[in-house]
């Protein structure tokens, strides 16, 4: 009798691309020998890592998420995974590799915590695509049975994103999987129309313009923006739109919004966060523009003459020669985005103590308080106050957007 379980084995190494990149934490590892017991998984393994203990895990990734068995830390590693995939491919498109990563939960093997759940989550991160899967496991099943759905669980995927129609049902290891155990999120970039997103996320185009609105009409446009809020937007807020009101209203110039894909201090965005930030911008009528471009000057350079809408701590970190590795690094940042035509509307903030912050450029020496003259407009108090973060919105609505 066949194996399911080898015989779908067989079918994902008989495809010679794509080739994936796979990270396993906590559990699933059995995946490696079933890919790999009869030959031929070369044609699927790029490469593979086990990254079991907490500080691999957070180094992988390059941050720290939080808590580390969940569907949005299963999504960073196969982000992870797939940039990972995308360095070492050699001669394959962007197109013919991809990512998956898992992390999961399972039976300790002895005496555990009453009411700790087992669960594995696990994704698949391809240039155009990311898919999560979540399930939680039967109560009692035992280590052995949990590694081999674990490993079954990245198996499918595998399949998936190999772009074969075929999988293993779970319930094909002896116990049945209830189906409300089972959660599945996914997006693409067919989800914003032609714009040319995956582009974006690969490295083959800077950047992609999206307007938001009932059925997600995408726009491919070579209008360049000249005003811009960039920001993470995690969720966007109230005061993120009277920012962007009020900084229309002292320029004279439609406001809109840039998100860049990858942040120096943040997670990269998959599909999944990306579709989660955008609904959000659905009725606004302004444009969203999606880059690559993780500093002001990476996007000074895609968006020349721009204006950049920022808050008080962000303008502080422009100027602030720590962020260059000197004064010198800072100089020439800023005498670059001087040439650019770079300028900034710069709202101030309320600090620790309560107390309400303009940002006064006067305090700066040469030649950072001639650059900070000439580029930037501080909005005072009197003009503009709204005393709301994201931070703060998260507490209180609970709103974490993917």
């Known amino acids: ?125 391809t240039a155009s695509r990311t898919v999560v899967r979540s399930v939680t496991l039967p109560a009692r099943a035992g280590r052995a049975w949990e590694e081999r759905i674990n490993a079954l669980i990245l198996l499918n995927l595998l399949a998936l994103g190999k772009g074969l129609d075929a999988s293993v049902p779970l319930e094909s290891e002896g116990i049945a999987v209830p189906g409300p155990a089972t959660e599945e999120r996914s997006a693409g970039s067919d989800d914003f129309g032609s714009i040319g997103l995956d582009a974006v996320l690969t490295g083959g185009r800077k950047w992609a313009a999206f307007d938001p609105g009932p059925g997600r009409s995408g726009a491919e446009s070579p209008v360049l923006p000249r005003l811009l809020l960039p920001g993470s937007f995690r969720p966007l807020h109230a005061g993120h739109v009277a920012m962007a ?21 943040k997670p990269p965005l998959d599909f999944v966060a990306i579709r989660s930030r955008l609904d959000r911008f659905a009725g606004l009528g302004a444009r969203v523009y999606l880059t690559d471009a993780p500093t002001y000057l990476d996007k000074a350079r895609i968006f020349p003459g721009c204006t950049f809408v920022v808050g008080h701590d962000t303008a502080i970190r422009i100027l602030d020669p720590r962020y260059y590795g000197g004064q010198a690094g800072r100089d020439a940042v800023l005498d670059e985005l001087e040439a650019l035509g770079t300028r900034f509307v710069v709202f101030g903030r309320v600090d620790a103590s309560g107390r309400f912050r303009d940002f006064d450029p006067s305090g700066f020496e040469h030649p950072v308080a001639g650059f900070a003259r000439r580029t930037i407009r501080p909005v005072p108090e009197h003009l503009f106050r709204v005393d709301l973060s994201s931070t703060r919105v998260r507490e209180r609505t609970g709103d974490d957007t993917a």
């Not at 008989?14 to 990149?21: D, F, L, S």
């Not at 992390?103 to 555990?112: D, F, H, R, V």
């Not at 004279?252 to 860049?260: I, K, R, T, W």
């Open 1 to 125: 009798m066949i194996d399911p379980v080898q015989e779908l084995a067989g079918w994902i190494n008989a495809a010679e691309v794509p080739k994936a990149v796979v990270y396993v934490a906590g559990g699933g590892t059995e995946v490696f020998p079933i890919l790999l017991a009869r030959g031929g998984g070369s044609a699927t393994l790029l490469a593979g890592r086990v990254p079991y203990d907490p500080a691999e895990f957070r180094s992988i990734l390059g941050y720290d998420p939080g808590r580390l068995v969940d569907a949005r830390a299963a999504r960073g590693l196969a982000m992870a995974a797939f940039r990972h995939a995308l360095a070492i491919r050699g001669g394959l498109a962007p197109s013919q590799v991809f990512g998956l990563g898992a992390t999961s939960k399972l039976a300790k093997g002895g005496a555990e915590r009453e009411g700790r759940a087992h669960e594995v989550h696990a994704a698949l991160q």
């Open 245 to 265: 009101e009020a900084a229309s209203g002292l320029t004279g110039l439609p406001c809109d919004f840039e998100v860049s894909l990858f942040h120096p201090d």
